[in-house]
């Protein structure tokens, strides 16, 4: 399984982007698709997370801003980031629990994609 994470960048504080995560490979099934972040210095954090029914959950620093969703045909999970700011600058990464064909599970991460807010 792979993920191809995409969309990062530079942009102006205000200003939009998104992300998108494209999966592939042995796939049954997807529980959760998440996207976590890394600034420079500190820890993994997640960022948003949403689960096989649907259900959308956001860390507290970008409720309201973010909003993550996916294209469930093409295997594809999406944030989109408005109103960012300085503070949004980190390494992406999106995440992936899945079951394969043999019924295992796996917990897949991709590449990472920089975002860069600054004037």
């Known amino acids: 399984v792979q993920l191809q994470a995409s969309g990062g960048g530079w942009v102006q504080p205000g200003g939009s982007l998104r992300l998108s995560c494209a999966i592939s490979g042995d796939i049954f099934s997807i529980n959760a698709q998440g996207w976590y972040r890394q600034a420079q210095g500190k820890q993994r954090e997640l960022v948003a997370r949403i689960t096989r029914g649907g259900n959308p959950s956001y860390a507290d620093s970008v409720k309201g801003r973010f909003t993550i969703f996916r294209d469930n045909a093409n295997n594809t999970v999406y944030l989109q980031m408005n109103s960012l700011k300085s503070e949004d600058t980190a390494i992406y990464y999106c995440?992936?629990?899945?079951?394969?064909?043999?019924?295992?599970?796996?917990?897949?991460w991709g590449q990472g994609t920089l975002v860069t807010v600054s004037s």
């Open positions: 995440n992936v629990d899945l079951i394969r064909s043999d019924l295992g599970s796996n917990n897949v």
